[in-house]
């Protein structure tokens, strides 16, 4: 574990990076879409921001953007190249690291498969402030690894009973089997703050009576049908509607991420995010 984590400590001792995991269990919430306009929002404020597609097997966020892809994650995995050889630039100068699509044997890593993606971690040289993991659906090995390893964890629902089901059983297995028991909550795709409100209540009063945990409200995304535009555009609703209800929410969302402390202990570092995935 030392060994995989040394060359990044050295890379990365003075610079501290915000490491944030966006998850929610159920899919069809607006995850990837969360996790894009946030990050490109987050540049546009200046900071250096790094997506790492972490639906392994369902790639969707080159999709989303309408970005051309050469090489993925296998070909980091294979040993035919690096990590930052696979890197995409996108909207607002943002960094993406594609997944596959349609590649089984990347939802089932093996375990070395496993530790030679970490590896490919400590070894980067690109230069970041943040770095956004935008998980898989479901509540698979591999979400539970990314998310528990992360700094932050930044769970979207929407107002189903399925969305807050599954949202409740994400958190029940990380607080009760990873320790962890913080998580920031946006509420998307509601139709006003105050439902969003609401819907927020709503999880808090089923996690308050069956689990201990500590939920924080950190954004209400509108619902937007120019969500649905910019998705047929193939563009961030914050570039291609920038003035739009869902944009202002997610420029909101951005400007609080960015002023959320980083810790001033090992979890500060991306090494942490190394060592926790090392260690799942």
Not at 24 to 44: C, D, E, F, R, Y
Not at 79 to 93: N, Q, S
């Amino acid at each position: 574990m030392i060994d995989q984590a040394s060359g990044l400590r050295k890379m990365q001792e003075n610079n501290q990076i915000k490491v944030i995991a966006v998850s929610g269990g159920k899919g069809g919430v607006g995850k990837t879409n969360v996790s894009l306009n946030t990050s490109i929002a987050m540049a546009q404020l200046g900071k250096r921001v790094l997506v790492l597609d972490a639906d392994l097997g369902l790639a969707n966020v080159d999709v989303m953007l309408g970005l051309r892809v050469q090489r993925n994650l296998s070909h980091v995995l294979s040993g035919e190249c690096e990590l930052d050889d696979i890197i995409i630039k996108g909207p607002a100068g943002i960094n993406i690291i594609p997944a596959t699509s349609g590649t089984q044997s990347m939802v089932d890593l093996t375990p070395s498969e496993h530790a030679g993606l970490i590896r490919a971690f400590s070894d980067m040289r690109t230069q970041f402030d943040v770095l956004v993991v935008d998980t898989a659906a479901g509540i698979s090995d591999m979400v539970l690894s990314f998310t528990r390893a992360a700094q932050d964890v930044l769970l979207v629902v929407c107002d189903e009973p399925t969305s807050i089901t599954d949202c409740y059983a994400l958190m029940k297995l990380l607080s009760r089997d990873h320790d962890v028991f913080k998580f920031k909550v946006v509420a998307n795709m509601v139709r006003s703050s105050k439902e969003g409100q609401q819907l927020f209540a709503k999880l808090s009063k089923v996690s308050d009576r069956f689990l201990d945990v500590a939920l924080d409200l950190v954004g209400v995304i509108p619902f937007d049908e120019n969500i649905r535009k910019s998705v047929r555009k193939q563009q961030a609703i914050v570039e291609a509607f920038p003035d739009s209800p869902a944009a202002r929410a997610f420029k909101a969302l951005a400007s609080k991420i960015i002023k959320w402390p980083i810790p001033h202990h090992p979890s500060g570092h991306l090494e942490f995010f190394i060592e926790q995935l090392l260690e799942s």
